[in-house]
Structures are given as C-alpha cells and as structure tokens.
C-alpha cells in the first residue's frame, strides 16, 4: 500500500501539504452559512456527508453477511465508521510519530481523513463485485459503471444540497441544449480529491476502454470536474499521477477493516474458525498467493529485490500458525490436567488435539477472544506502514 503525500509551495516559498485554494467548491456557498468561524469547511463537508440519504443507505448493503441474520453483522455503514475511526488514527499517529509530519506546514488534515472513509463506499452496489459487473455491462456504451467514479457522480452531482447558483433551476435549455446545474453536497475540492483513488478517466464506450472487466477510474462527464479538482490541490502545472495523501490512508484503512472485521464476522457466524483456517481448500490459498503477489509487483517493483517478498502456501501457514499460535501450545494446567487423568502417551495426543479444537471453537464463539484478535491484527497492521522519500514521485510515501 502507498500513501503519497503531495507539497505545495506558499506565496513565500515555504513547502505547504495544504493551501488556500483546497477549499474551493464548485459554488459559492451563500453567506449565510459561512458566517462560523469556529467550524472548519471540512467539518462542514462531513456533516453535509452524514445527513445525506447516500450516507444512511449504507445501512441496506452488506457487507459479508444479509442483514437480517443478526444484529452482530457489519453492514456498509458500520463498516465505513469503523474504517474512517482506524483512518483517522492513521493520520494522527503519523503527525505524531513521523518527523516529516511534525513541521506544522505538513500536518495531515485527519478530518479530510475521516471524510474520506466515510465516504469510500457510497457508490458501491449491493451484491458486492458481481452487483457492479452486472450494473457496468447494462452501462456499458453509457460510460460504465465502477463504484468509486459512482461514488464521486453521488457525491457531485447526484446528492440534492445545492446548485451551481442560487437562482438556477436543476435543469434547463439553452440552445436547445441541455445544462445541468447540479453540484452535489458541493463539496471542498481537497475532500474530493480523497475519495479519487483511480487516476483514469473511463471511455464512453466499452471497445474504447480495453481489457475485461470493469475499468477502474471516474466518468468521462466528470472529466472537467476533475481538472479544477487537481488545480485547487496540485497546481495546474503538475504532470504525474495524482492520488492525495488522504486518499491513500483511507485505501490502507479499508484493506485493514475488512481482511480483519470480515473474519470476526466469520467466526461469529460459525463459518470459520482458526483450526479451519489450516486445512481450506487449495484454490483459496493459490487465490490469495497470486493476489498478494500481485500487489507486492504493483507497489514494490521499485524495489530491486520485491521478489523476495513474494508468499506461497507455506508462509500463509506460517503466519496463520504465529499468530494463533496459543492453539498449539498447551499451558501447565492443561498439561498437568491430562497427567492427572494418567492418559497414556497415545491417548494424550488424542486428547492434545481434543483440545486445540475445543480451543479453536472456543476463539471464535468467545467474544472476549474475538475482540483481542481484532485489536491484534488492527495493531500489526498499523505497526507495518512506514513512511520515506521516493525521488520517483518526489514526495513521501508510506507502506505497508
């Protein structure tokens, strides 16, 4: 994973992670509302974010399990809240630990952060990839459908906050053409540049886009839209790839809330439990051995020796192994229990894997087991990512 964490230079030469000009919208806000110099225009963003419907649906999508089933299990919405607390976190910890971000010019925004992973879901479809496959081949000579260029059209143009000026309709003829007015929640343009994960302005048509499947980016209407966005947070004279330092963090946070909540959800449900996780069947190792290696070619190949960190079978059992390890090794007093029952030698290695069973049921029923695996493997997780000086993109990057 890569955080990226643009700099621009002030008026005065002095290297700035944010300036004026991020807090540009694509219309002026009335002044009756900007009449609160106690709310930041981020906070502003969020709140506009939590008490739109876009925001409240995510409570009808799942996200492992139907709602329904339980109350225990994590629908869209939870989801979003429990990525944008580990994001916000991610912020705040690296302008606390992290020496480029305790100049106070290079802080990052964790507000801009938690806008960003709160909204990070909303243009994802029910049905997870199958629902957005399905929705990008109905759409697939009108520009596609991909849910995080959804997620931006929601967020600008689909959401009923404001217009492009007061005194316009949504909708009306000029010429005999079509103009449409909308702007969304009319949000800053630096919150917006945080949910742009994908770089790639998408076809209008399917034989122009290339590959299979569905095309990551953003719609080709939003095109301009898009421009003004890298103006306001970048300059107009930047070339390269643009995806912002806020944005990355929230990719970081959503990888880590789902590969660890999802499979708390899984004990819970009794589908899973850490014994189980030794024995799956062996296209599910071979997935996840082609997918890390993937990413580890996609964001390491700048380094000469990211072969090396490639995985297989045996070191996706090798950590499983490390980090359930308690399951294996039995403490005195189980040990001491089984010699009290003069189990001989054969039948204690019966009653030994009797026991790591039991125990592997016992993690994944155990709420009180549950949470301390999470809040491990949120731990690791965040312990991983560190942060240094790439003169490719010539700026800081972190990784995890």
């Known amino acids: 994973m890569v955080l990226r964490a643009r700099r621009k230079k002030s008026k005065s030469g002095v290297v700035k992670l944010y300036s004026k000009s991020d807090d540009n919208r694509e219309s002026i806000i009335a002044k009756v509302h900007v009449n609160e110099p106690f709310r930041s225009e981020t906070r502003r963003d969020i709140a506009r974010l939590i008490h739109c419907p876009a925001f409240r649906r995510l409570q009808g999508k799942t996200q492992v399990f139907p709602e329904g089933d339980s109350d ?18 991610f912020a705040i910890r690296l302008n606390a630990t992290s020496s480029y971000f305790s100049d106070i010019n290079h802080k990052i925004n964790p507000d801009i952060v938690e806008f960003a992973a709160l909204a990070h879901d909303l243009g994802h479809p029910p049905f997870g990839h199958n629902g957005e496959e399905a929705l990008d081949a109905e759409m697939s000579d009108n520009g596609g459908f991909e849910g995080n260029a959804q997620t931006l059209h929601i967020l600008t143009r689909l959401e009923k906050k404001e217009l492009l000026t007061l005194s316009q309709a949504r909708v009306s003829f000029a010429d005999g053409s079509l103009v449409d007015n909308r702007v969304g929640l009319n949000l800053t343009h630096r919150c917006l540049a945080a949910v742009l994960k994908y770089d790639n302005c998408i076809p209008q048509r399917r034989e122009e886009r290339g590959g299979e499947g569905v095309q990551k980016g953003y719609y080709l209407e939003q095109n301009e839209l898009i421009k003004k966005i890298k103006k306001s947070v970048i300059g107009a004279d930047y070339v390269g790839d643009f995806k ?43 997935n996840v051995v082609n997918t890390v290696n993937k990413r580890i070619e996609k964001y390491y190949s700048d380094i000469g020796s990211y072969k090396n960190f490639y995985i297989d079978r045996e070191k996706i059992q090798g950590v499983l192994f490390d980090l359930f390890s308690e399951l294996f090794y039995l403490d005195e007093n189980e040990l001491a229990f089984l010699l009290r029952r003069g189990i001989s030698r054969e039948s204690k290695k019966q009653q030994s894997a009797l026991i790591v069973h039991t125990l592997s049921r016992k993690m994944a029923s155990d709420g009180y087991s549950r949470t301390a695996l999470t809040s491990q493997l949120v731990q690791i997780f965040m312990d991983g990512v560190e942060l240094y000086r790439t003169l490719r993109f010539r700026n800081y990057i972190a990784r995890a």
């Open 72 to 89: 225990f299990f994590r629908n869209r919405l939870t989801h979003s809240m429990e990525v944008a607390q580990i994001a916000k976190s």
């Open 244 to 286: 912002t330092i806020e944005c990355s963090i929230m990719d970081i946070s959503d990888d880590i809330a789902y590969s660890t909540y999802d499979v708390e959800d899984c004990f819970k449900a009794g589908i899973l439990d850490p014994l189980s996780m030794f024995s799956l069947d062996c296209f599910i190792y071979d």
